[in-house]
């Protein structure tokens, strides 16, 4: 038998790794896990009974073209049904736009820090990242961004509000940026939080993709929805796009319990509207308390909070941990706190509190 290894492609060395939100403990007090940016509550209503009634027949393959939730979502967004794409997430999606975009050594550029996926597939697809900076404020610097386009760029993500700082860019900004960027890079605008927004200067992508066929937006199920665990997100673009997307998608890739979940959530908007307005209204309470505590906070327009924390970072997570909440902690940059049950959001502003009071 030979010693030799398989050859794996040098690429995947240094690729960083995903690090998913801590789960809450099982021991010890009540845990309230705010790492992931889940949605706290329980299925929509008819969302359980369509997913038992589709896992009834997960002994067949499910619509390879998701074809039911593809055609309700081009009638929701008002939008060809050739323009809509779904995927195993929509960071299947985003993997899935590096590849019908990047051959090896192509550039996409992002801001950081932002979500922690795109350094990943950017790599495991043999493209490189340009990381440009967030400003003092902790918002994109579009002005940079646009320079740091090459011709070597292919794919720019613009996360609008940004994971992990819940800041946003605006209509007027982010429209003078589309208007800069060469009509032959893609520009992505991963909208994962967009239930959320209640600042009206802020775009809706999906306007915005309407007549530029290099824009094309990022949504998902997984937050608002509260549909995470089952993977399924989508992407709005232009025909050469879409189908780009379906030509990368793993086959098979969304479940029938998956798409079944989506269609009878998208048609549970009512009580949806009502648990993302709650979750707003947590967030305006946890932001204002976070403020009336001394902590510097940048508005947050997603379902959950930055703190920059600086060398404190993991001292911070350990002293939530303890408290029975846990943060998602970025080692020497920052902590994101997601809003989540009420009880749960108390137990964090408490643990801040007294955190503060330690300094
Ligand atoms: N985009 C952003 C900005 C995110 O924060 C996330 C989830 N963390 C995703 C995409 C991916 O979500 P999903 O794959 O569950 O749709």
């Not at 939100?21 to 896990?33: F, M, N, R, S, T």
């Not at 790599?123 to 002005?143: F, I, M, R, Y």
């Not at 929805?225 to 399924?232: K, N, P, S, T």
């Not at 479940?255 to 009580?271: K, N, P, Y």
Request: charged letters at 25%.
């Amino acid at each position: 038998m030979s010693e030799t290894s398989p050859k794996l492609r040098a690429q995947l060395d240094g690729i960083p790794t995903y690090r998913p939100g801590k789960p809450a403990a099982a021991d010890g007090p009540v845990a309230y896990k705010l790492s992931s940016n889940e949605n706290p509550y329980p299925p929509l209503p008819g969302v359980m009974e369509a997913a038992v009634a589709a896992a009834q027949g997960f002994n067949r393959y499910p619509d390879m073209a998701c074809t039911g939730l593809v055609n309700e979502l081009a009638e929701r967004f008002g939008v060809p049904v050739s323009h809509v794409a779904t995927g195993t997430g929509s960071v299947g999606v985003a993997q899935q736009l590096i590849q019908a975009t990047c051959d090896p050594g192509d550039e996409v550029v992002y801001a950081w820090r932002s979500f922690e996926a795109y350094p990943i597939i950017t790599q495991v697809n043999g493209a490189v990242s340009v990381k440009v900076p967030l400003t003092d404020g902790e918002v994109h610097d579009l002005d940079a961004m646009a320079e740091a386009i090459t011709d070597r760029t292919r794919l720019v993500f613009v996360c609008n509000p940004n994971n992990p700082t819940g800041t946003v860019v605006r209509r007027a900004e982010l429209e003078r940026f589309l208007d800069r960027v060469p009509s032959d890079v893609l520009v992505v605008l991963d909208e994962a939080y967009r239930e959320f927004i209640r600042d009206t200067e802020v775009p809706d992508g999906i306007e915005l993709y309407r007549d530029r066929p290099n824009v094309a937006v990022l949504r998902t199920f997984s937050k608002a929805y509260g549909l995470a665990g089952l993977r399924v997100g989508f992407a709005v673009g232009h025909e050469p796009v879409a189908a780009a997307l379906r030509k990368t998608a793993v086959p098979f890739g969304v479940s029938q319990v998956a798409q079944e979940a989506a269609i009878a959530s998208l048609r549970a908007e009512d009580a949806l509207l009502g648990r993302v307005g709650a979750l707003v209204a947590e967030r305006t309470r946890v932001q204002e308390a976070l403020a009336e505590q001394g902590w510097t906070v940048p508005e947050s327009q997603a379902n959950f909070v930055w703190l920059r924390l600086g060398e404190r970072t993991l001292d911070f997570a350990a002293a939530c941990d303890k408290a029975g909440v846990v943060v998602r902690p970025f080692a020497g940059e920052g902590v994101r706190v997601t809003i989540g049950e009420t009880e749960g959001n108390d137990l964090f502003l408490k643990a801040a509190g007294e955190f503060r009071a330690g300094l």
